[in-house]
């Protein structure tokens, strides 16, 4: 789909309150800090800024109860999400939703996530700027995957068409648009400075001596991974009742940096050491994820940077291993 | 062997976890306290809404703070709350001990010291006058966490403990399932909870380092993490005191504020740190 409308500037706000009417609209706010909320006054969405946390929490959710016994027969409680628009979502963390459905959806798909995932509607925003110091979506290859797609062109928007149901979407609201035979380019897509990553393959530098300063900073407290906008891994816990026989399961997202997510059964830690752990994170993000699909998990969001307590710079720090 | 290490020496061989069974369908479960605010025991009693439940399904033989007539031997498990002050503390914890099979330190005065530890790191002529012993003829003794008198089996840390820890303790071992230890940091529960990060606005936060379980309540409520649970078994403290020095506190101030609560249970390695501190008048 490479249909192409613009938008005039005063449309926005109009578009979005219509939006909010029909549909539940989730965009960036400013509270204390810039974070993903349900919002119905679109005075109060913030666009300057990255949001502190990514949308993965409304997918995959952090908290949720998956099986229920009653003390017979088990039940799956599945809650389906209301129809939910997102706005104002960044192309890295557009393509973090791209890599969760990649982990959650292929194969046997999960039907937890399936449930949270079917009826959003992703529309993107995309960056002039790199709207953090820490970014580096320009080193990923970072792909096309939004419904639809708005470039801040000044007076108007350029809005690019990504899906069926992006363009039966802009149908449902084709007042506020104007048709157009602009086709988005490259050059639309581009972003000054933040191809920062320099090193494409990292599968030589695992025992470089330059990994030691950065984990010596690390203080294994699981930022990184809870502010990744693909980091998937959770934890299953038995949780029995006080007052019969009924039980539940409930899964929590999980870290590899913590010491007890490679404890197995008789209290042995495969990642023992904060070194493995470390590394073990953004090897996954930047080669073996890529081994298996073809793809680098991570999209150059930054958050692991940004919202690190200590500011591991992994992307410096690999880029002069290989100087 | 001296008399006294025979008191203090550990049970032989692994911890006897007992469990319901036919002939002894309900655990015998006491509540004890030795000096302390008996905040942890009402902890207990805040579970209003299972109470009643918990006490049709254990068997609660001795419980002092609320119940006139106790059965003082015997238990299965002992949930001991506060920290060893006095001579009769002393007393008291070692004869429980021989009475129980699995001993519950029940927050941070019986895990760690806790603030009434603090005593240990002043001059005794700051402390002195404000003694009971005159009054009272307590003989008094360094304050000091359960565990350098007697073996623990379990810790329920926090100052006080989370009700719903103390009641998924129970929950466990009446279902004969041996309770787990939180040990992940509090920033896991935190940033669960979408709080902004309290580091980034200066405050000397200890989430990183501190033992979480809490969820993270005391953030939640916009006020940094003190440490109350104790260190994680996975603290990197040398990072965390030059997150805080570049943050502009000083050696003096992280030391004291990491000394509140985890106090005597500061590894020695960690004390190495403060050395430089320590040695300023």
């Given at each position: 789909m490479t249909a192409a409308y613009s938008m005039n500037r005063a449309n926005l706000n109009p578009f979005l309150s219509a939006i909010a009417g029909d549909f539940e609209l989730i965009a960036p706010v400013r509270t204390d800090i810039v974070r993903f909320e349900a919002v119905s006054?679109?005075?109060?969405?913030?666009?300057?800024?990255?949001?502190?946390?990514?949308?993965?929490?409304?997918?995959?959710?952090?908290?949720?109860v998956i099986l229920k016994f009653d003390g017979k027969r088990f039940t799956a409680?599945?809650?389906?999400?209301?129809?939910?628009?997102?706005?104002?979502?960044?192309?890295?963390?557009?393509?973090?939703?791209?890599?969760?459905?990649?982990?959650f959806s292929s194969g046997v798909a999960d039907p937890y996530?399936?449930?949270?995932?079917?009826?959003?509607?992703?529309?993107?925003?995309?960056?002039?700027?790199?709207?953090?110091?820490?970014?580096?979506?320009?080193s990923l290859d970072l792909k096309d995957f939004h419904d639809l797609m708005f470039f801040d062109r000044g007076e108007a928007y350029l809005v690019q068409v990504g899906s069926g149901k992006g363009a039966a979407f802009l149908k449902k609201f084709k007042k506020f648009f104007t048709a157009s035979?602009?086709?988005?380019?490259?050059?639309?897509?581009?972003?000054?400075?933040?191809?920062?990553?320099?090193?494409?393959?990292?599968?030589?530098?695992?025992?470089?001596?330059?990994?030691?300063?950065?984990?010596?900073?690390?203080?294994?407290?699981?930022?990184?991974?809870?502010?990744?906008?693909t980091c998937y891994c959770f934890e299953l816990r038995e949780v029995p009742s006080l007052q019969d026989e009924s039980s539940e399961r409930v899964r929590e997202w999980s870290s590899c940096q913590l010491k007890e997510f490679t404890k197995v059964s008789g209290g042995f830690v495969y990642r023992e050491s904060r070194e493995d752990r470390f590394k073990h994170r953004i090897f996954h993000q930047l080669d073996y994820f890529k081994e298996k699909n073809g793809v680098n998990l991570c999209v150059g969001c930054g958050r692991c940077i940004t919202g690190c307590p200590t500011r591991i710079d992994f992307v410096t720090g690999i880029n002069e291993m290989k100087a | 062997m001296t008399e006294q290490t025979q008191v203090h020496a550990a049970p032989a061989g692994p911890v006897f976890w007992p469990k319901p069974t036919d002939t002894n369908p309900k655990l015998r479960v006491g509540f004890f306290g030795l000096t302390g605010c008996a905040g942890c025991q009402l902890s207990v009693l805040f579970n209003e809404d299972e109470i009643l439940r918990l006490v049709e399904i254990i068997d609660v033989t001795a419980f002092p703070f609320v119940r006139e007539r106790n059965i003082e031997r015997d238990f299965d498990f002992l949930f001991v709350e506060g920290l060893v002050a006095s001579r009769n503390d002393l007393e008291?914890?070692?004869?429980?001990?021989?009475?129980?099979?699995?001993?519950?330190?029940?927050?941070?005065?019986?895990?760690?010291?806790?603030?009434?530890?603090?005593?240990?790191?002043?001059?005794?002529?700051?402390?002195?006058?404000?003694?009971?012993?005159?009054?009272?003829?307590?003989?008094?003794?360094?304050?000091?966490?359960?565990?350098?008198?007697?073996?623990?089996?379990?810790?329920?840390?926090?100052?006080?403990?989370?009700?719903?820890?103390?009641?998924?303790?129970?929950?466990?071992?009446?279902?004969?399932?041996?309770?787990?230890t939180f040990n992940n940091p509090v920033c896991i529960e935190c940033r669960r909870n979408n709080n902004a990060c309290l580091l980034e606005s200066g405050k000397p936060c200890l989430g990183p380092v501190t033992r979480g379980g809490c969820n993270a309540v005391c953030v939640n409520g916009g006020f940094e993490c003190w440490g109350c649970?104790?260190?994680?078994?996975?603290?990197?403290?040398?990072?965390?005191?030059?997150?805080?020095?570049?943050?502009g506190y000083s050696k003096e101030f992280i030391r004291d504020r990491m000394r509140m609560f985890a106090g005597l249970k500061m590894p020695a390695e960690v004390e190495i740190i403060f050395r430089a501190a320590n040695n300023k008048p």
């Amino acid at each position: 789909m490479t249909a192409a409308y613009s938008m005039n500037r005063a449309n926005l706000n109009p578009f979005l309150s219509a939006i909010a009417g029909d549909f539940e609209l989730i965009a960036p706010v400013r509270t204390d800090i810039v974070r993903f909320e349900a919002v119905s006054d679109p005075a109060k969405i913030c666009l300057d800024e990255q949001p502190f946390f990514p949308l993965k929490e409304f997918f995959f959710r952090k908290h949720e109860v998956i099986l229920k016994f009653d003390g017979k027969r088990f039940t799956a409680p599945l809650k389906k999400a209301p129809k939910r628009v997102f706005f104002g979502v960044r192309r890295c963390d557009l393509n973090g939703v791209l890599h969760q459905d990649m982990v959650f959806s292929s194969g046997v798909a999960d039907p937890y996530y399936a449930a949270q995932r079917e009826d959003s509607l992703l529309i993107g925003f995309h960056c002039n700027e790199a709207p953090s110091e820490h970014c580096f979506c320009g080193s990923l290859d970072l792909k096309d995957f939004h419904d639809l797609m708005f470039f801040d062109r000044g007076e108007a928007y350029l809005v690019q068409v990504g899906s069926g149901k992006g363009a039966a979407f802009l149908k449902k609201f084709k007042k506020f648009f104007t048709a157009s035979d602009y086709a988005v380019t490259d050059e639309d897509r581009f972003i000054e400075g933040v191809d920062k990553l320099k090193v494409k393959d990292i599968s030589g530098v695992y025992d470089n001596p330059g990994w030691k300063p950065m984990v010596d900073a690390c203080l294994s407290c699981g930022a990184c991974t809870t502010l990744c906008p693909t980091c998937y891994c959770f934890e299953l816990r038995e949780v029995p009742s006080l007052q019969d026989e009924s039980s539940e399961r409930v899964r929590e997202w999980s870290s590899c940096q913590l010491k007890e997510f490679t404890k197995v059964s008789g209290g042995f830690v495969y990642r023992e050491s904060r070194e493995d752990r470390f590394k073990h994170r953004i090897f996954h993000q930047l080669d073996y994820f890529k081994e298996k699909n073809g793809v680098n998990l991570c999209v150059g969001c930054g958050r692991c940077i940004t919202g690190c307590p200590t500011r591991i710079d992994f992307v410096t720090g690999i880029n002069e291993m290989k100087a | 062997m001296t008399e006294q290490t025979q008191v203090h020496a550990a049970p032989a061989g692994p911890v006897f976890w007992p469990k319901p069974t036919d002939t002894n369908p309900k655990l015998r479960v006491g509540f004890f306290g030795l000096t302390g605010c008996a905040g942890c025991q009402l902890s207990v009693l805040f579970n209003e809404d299972e109470i009643l439940r918990l006490v049709e399904i254990i068997d609660v033989t001795a419980f002092p703070f609320v119940r006139e007539r106790n059965i003082e031997r015997d238990f299965d498990f002992l949930f001991v709350e506060g920290l060893v002050a006095s001579r009769n503390d002393l007393e008291t914890l070692q004869k429980l001990r021989e009475r129980t099979k699995v001993l519950v330190a029940l927050g941070a005065c019986a895990h760690t010291g806790c603030v009434p530890a603090y005593r240990n790191f002043t001059l005794k002529e700051n402390y002195e006058h404000l003694l009971y012993v005159k009054d009272r003829g307590i003989e008094d003794i360094n304050p000091s966490p359960v565990d350098d008198y007697v073996k623990i089996d379990h810790t329920i840390p926090g100052c006080p403990p989370d009700k719903r820890e103390i009641l998924s303790f129970i929950t466990d071992i009446v279902g004969g399932n041996k309770p787990k230890t939180f040990n992940n940091p509090v920033c896991i529960e935190c940033r669960r909870n979408n709080n902004a990060c309290l580091l980034e606005s200066g405050k000397p936060c200890l989430g990183p380092v501190t033992r979480g379980g809490c969820n993270a309540v005391c953030v939640n409520g916009g006020f940094e993490c003190w440490g109350c649970r104790g260190l994680t078994d996975d603290a990197n403290v040398p990072a965390m005191v030059k997150l805080l020095e570049e943050k502009g506190y000083s050696k003096e101030f992280i030391r004291d504020r990491m000394r509140m609560f985890a106090g005597l249970k500061m590894p020695a390695e960690v004390e190495i740190i403060f050395r430089a501190a320590n040695n300023k008048p």
